[in-house]
T-cell receptor, first 115, second 112 residues
């Protein structure tokens, strides 16, 4: 079991640049979640998918953020243009089903720094 | 709305000390409650859960009891180890919706 794989582990970019974060969920999992973690706001749910379809994107902060899931084994979170306040650790998580008996499996995160 | 409040960290303890991390929640209905742990440089992992009032979740020497009357789910361990140093997150899942709502996290540092 390879777990949830995120890339890159670290990303440093300049303000105004486009940033793309990538996630490969655990094979067979039908739910995929994107979270953002900051000291000030803690862990925030940005968006989640079920069977590749976005279900709830109410946590996406602005139109600069977009997420896609073109197939069951790949998802991207894109920020365009990036701003310094986007600096955070971004986590992808997946689960088999949704509910109390379906624990989330998190990747190791992408640490984004926007200068 | 639903929310989770945890005691602020960091919490610093000596090895073999007793640990309590407080967690209280606000929710409509009867949520399920969870503790997740995040080790340095890693993502969160489920530590334990409880699905109804008076349930006790336990794992790796940690335990927490779902207290409906005090809307609490405090995490305890009788004797902590250096390897327990991590950030601990309390979370809830409402019956409807199914989204996990996390607390702010509490950093634990255990010194030898």
């Amino acid at each position: 079991d390879a777990g949830v794989i995120q890339s890159p582990r670290h990303e440093v970019t300049e303000m105004g640049q486009e940033v793309t974060l990538r996630c490969k969920p655990i094979s067979g999992h039908d739910y995929l979640f994107w979270y953002r973690q900051t000291m000030m706001r803690g862990l925030e749910l940005l968006i989640y998918f079920n069977n590749n379809v976005p279900i709830d994107d109410s946590g996406m902060p602005e139109d600069r953020f977009s997420a896609k899931m073109p197939n069951a084994s790949f998802s991207t979170l894109k920020i365009q243009p990036s701003e310094p306040r986007d600096s955070a650790v971004y986590f992808c998580a997946s689960s088999l089903g949704q509910g109390v008996w379906s624990p989330l499996h998190f990747g190791n995160g992408t640490r984004l720094t926007v200068t | 709305g639903n929310s989770v409040t945890q005691m602020e960290g960091p919490v610093t303890l000596s090895e073999e000390a007793f640990l309590t991390i407080n967690c209280t929640y606000t929710a409509t209905g009867y949520p399920s409650l969870f503790w997740y742990v995040q080790y340095p440089g890693e993502g969160l992992q489920l530590l334990l859960k409880a699905t109804k009032a008076d349930d006790k979740g336990s794992n790796k020497g940690f335990e927490a009891t779902y207290r409906k009357e005090t809307t609490s789910f405090h995490l305890e361990k009788g004797s902590v180890q250096v390897s327990d140093s991590a950030v601990y997150f309390c979370a809830l899942m409402a019956r409807q919706g199914g989204k996990l709502i996390f607390g702010q996290g509490t950093e634990l540092s255990v010194k030898p």
